[in-house]
């Protein structure tokens, strides 16, 4: 089975510019979470999708949004970017959405904010 | 959210045993147990976790304290390729939404 994709891999901006990345979960998971992680923050919870809608929100600005697909696949969005939103963004799939669950996560979209 | 403990770096030598500790103390009935890790240049990845009884799996064990409000994670032998950052995160017991607290985890360092 294939895990969890991430595209693209790394991705370079400018200041103000938005960004697009995507998620492909495990094929028959419906859960989607995403992650922002910085060398001073660590790794911080930014929302979780379940069957196309948002269930969950971490504390980040309204600047940074996603949807789900009827598919499960993810995308997440962040409009006019700051050279603070430089981080590795990673997105983790899991089965349904129970504390008991196994998160599986990708490889991460390096974002580099110029 | 209930918070962890850890800290934030250990060392050991390859082939001996790693415990890794984490506290808890303000963990609710309902909260169980997480353990991820994060290899450099990785996502993160599971390790293991549980509610209240010790669990073992071929990864790792997982020790909980009777009270609940402290844990260990026990590496049987630390090989060079079990460096990495490790995580304790407690999870809600509940099918509502929910999400990893992953804190600052514990660098641990193998050395040969």
């Known amino acids: 089975k294939a895990g969890v994709t991430q595209t693209p891999r790394y991705l370079i901006k400018t200041r103000g510019q938005q960004v697009t990345l995507s998620c492909s979960p495990i094929s028959g998971h419906r859960s989607v979470s995403w992650y922002q992680q910085t060398p001073g923050q660590g790794l911080q919870f930014l929302f979780e999708?379940?069957?196309?809608?948002?269930?969950n929100k971490g504390n980040f600005p309204g600047r940074f949004s996603g949807r789900q697909f009827s598919n499960s696949r993810s995308e997440m969005n962040v409009s006019t970017l700051e050279l603070g939103d430089s981080a590795l963004y990673l997105c983790?799939?899991?089965?349904?959405?129970?504390?008991?669950?196994?998160?599986?996560f990708g490889p991460g979209t390096r974002l580099t904010v110029l | 959210d209930a918070k962890t403990t850890q800290p934030n770096s250990m060392e050991s030598n390859e082939e001996e045993p790693v415990h890794l500790p984490c506290n808890h103390s303000?963990?609710?009935?309902?909260?169980?147990i997480h353990w991820y890790r994060q290899l450099p240049s990785q996502g993160p990845e599971y390790v293991i976790h549980g509610l209240t009884s010790n669990v073992n799996n071929r990864m790792a064990s997982l020790a909980i304290a009777e009270d609940r409000k402290s844990s260990t994670l026990i590496l049987h032998r630390a090989t060079l390729r079990d460096a990495a950052v490790y995580y304790c995160?407690?999870?809600?017991?509940?099918?509502?939404?929910?999400?990893?607290?992953f804190g600052k985890g514990t660098s641990l360092l193998v050395t040969p």
């Open positions: 303000t963990i609710s009935g309902t909260d169980y």
């Open positions: 995160i407690l999870m809600l017991g509940s099918n509502s939404g929910y999400a990893l607290n």
């Open positions: 999708y379940f069957s196309e809608t948002q269930r």
């Open positions: 983790a799939s899991s089965l349904i959405q129970h504390s008991t669950d196994t998160q599986y």
